[in-house]
């Protein structure tokens, strides 16, 4: 089944205690992106990938750190989290055919982490 | 930059009945593109419609249908025969299409259906 697995679906850590949100998918995409979604903000993204190595900065980047090792790969890492980082995390990821709108962007389940 | 809006936070359908969720955006483009993105309690997010700005014609996917007015900038989701199923929050966003894979969301709109 083509899909977009984030891990862990579920966080609560503590300030400070660093962290790494996994993400993967199986459908050879090359572009991969993260979002986070707040009550009343709707989604805004915080980095993408256009391939591998290549990565850059969102709407919201500021303590979020990305890489991409492998195509398939996209893990978000928060070094020193903090309470304003408590949210809802979407990882996504699209093909790179054409004009970009006309990729559609398949989204992971979501991560729902709780920095106290 | 491009913003979107959703000016209605929350609506409320009977079920049977037909509902319109209103989405306006701001760009300078004329070559974008549109969606709606429709998030349920399990909080995956599901594509419900596209629509291609160079397109007059509306895009329809089954109960669900648009109202695309390109020089109002206006783009309004009508979902038909409303079912408890689609008790959902509902995403508009917005893609250029011009070479930026980011998609720009507006704050959603909480759809509440009742049998």
Redesign the interface.
Known sequence: EAQVTQNPRYLITVTGKKLTVTCSQNMNHEYMSWYRQDPGLGLRQIYYSMNVEVTDKGDVPEGYKVSRKEKRNFPLILESPSPNQTSLYFCASSLLQGRSGANVLTFGAGSRLTVL | AQT?TQSQ?EMSVQEAETVTLSCTYDTSES???LFWYKQPP????I?VI?Q?AYKQQNATENRFSVNFQKAAKSFSLKISDSQLGDAAMY?C?Y?????????T????TKLSVIP
């Open positions: 979107v936070p070559d974008y593109y399990s909080r995956q997010m594509l596209r291609e995403f966003a893609n250029s299409g011009a070479g930026s894979y980011q998609l969301f507006g704050k959603g």
